[in-house]
C-alpha cells in the first residue's frame, strides 16, 4: 500500500502570496493532521480533520485554513504568506483522532 | 497550558552504550505519550505510544518508553545503540481540549550523535 503522499515537494513563494499544499492520506485513513516544522524545532500542530470535519487546531493565525475531501484527502492553504512561514509542513495520516499517525515526507515551502 | 520539555538538544554516545532520551510534559489529565524518530530528509516514523494500561511500552528498533505519571515523564530507552540510530528524536503528546477536539504538541527533539 501507499504511504501518505504530499505534494509539490518544494516551493518558493514570495511574500504576500498565497499557498496550497495537498495531502493524500493512506487507503482507509479517514483522519489527516498538518504541522509545521521549522528548521530546527519540533513540528507545530496546525489542524486536524476527521471525517471531513475540522477536530483539532493549534495556534495559528486565520492566515492558515484547511480542508478534508470526501475521499479524505486534504489541502492546507496558507494565504498573505509571511517570510516566518518557511518551513517543512508535514502532513499525517491516521485510522482515527488518536490512532497511530503516518506522516508523509512533507512540503518544503521557502518564502522569499 | 499543555506542554512538552525534551531537556537535552544534543546527546553523544558510543556504539553498544545504553541510550536514555528524557521527555517530561505538562497536562491536566493522562495524555496519550509517543515518541517519533526523524533522520535527515526523512518524514516521522512512530518508535512506540503509551495510552493506557503497563506503563512499560515496547516499541520498533528495540526502543522501549516508561511512563511515570508522578514524574510526569515519559523516557525512551535502548539498552545497545547501533550507528543506525543517530538521528533526532521528538517525544509528543496527543490531548484532548475542552471542546472534545484534539491536539497535538512536540517537544523540540534531541539530535543523538552515536561514535564509532
Known amino acids: 500500500d501507499a504511504g501518505v503522499t504530499q505534494s509539490p515537494t518544494h516551493l518558493i513563494k514570495t511574500r504576500g502570496q498565497q499557498v496550497t499544499l495537498r495531502c493524500s492520506p493512506i487507503s482507509g485513513h479517514k483522519s489527516v493532521s498538518w504541522y509545521q516544522q521549522v528548521l530546527g524545532q519540533g513540528p507545530q500542530f496546525i489542524f486536524q480533520y476527521y471525517e471531513k470535519e475540522e477536530r483539532g487546531r493549534g495556534n495559528f493565525p486565520d492566515r492558515f485554513s484547511a480542508r478534508q475531501f470526501p475521499n479524505y484527502s486534504s489541502e492546507l492553504n496558507v494565504n498573505a504568506l509571511l517570510l516566518g512561514d518557511s518551513a517543512l509542513y508535514l502532513c499525517a495520516s491516521s485510522l482515527g483522532l488518536v490512532s497511530k499517525q503516518y506522516f508523509g515526507p512533507g512540503t518544503r515551502l521557502t518564502v522569499t | 497550558a499543555q506542554s512538552v520539555t525534551q531537556p537535552d538538544i544534543h546527546i553523544t554516545v558510543s556504539e553498544g552504550a545504553s541510550l536514555e532520551l528524557r521527555c517530561n510534559y505538562s497536562?491536566?489529565?493522562?495524555?496519550?505519550l509517543f515518541w517519533y524518530v526523524q533522520s535527515p530528509g526523512q518524514g516521522l516514523q512512530l518508535l512506540l505510544k503509551?495510552?493506557?494500561?503497563?506503563?512499560l511500552v515496547q516499541g520498533i528498533k528495540g526502543f522501549e518508553a516508561e511512563f511515570k505519571r508522578s514524574q510526569s515523564s515519559f523516557n525512551l530507552r535502548k539498552p545497545s545503540v547501533h550507528w543506525s540510530d543517530a538521528a533526532e528524536y521528538f517525544c509528543a503528546v496527543g490531548a484532548s481540549t475542552t471542546s472534545g477536539t484534539y491536539k497535538y504538541i512536540f517537544g523540540t527533539g534531541t539530535r543523538l550523535k552515536v561514535l564509532a
Open positions: 503509551y495510552f493506557s494500561g503497563d506503563t
Open positions: 497536562y491536566g489529565a493522562t495524555p496519550y
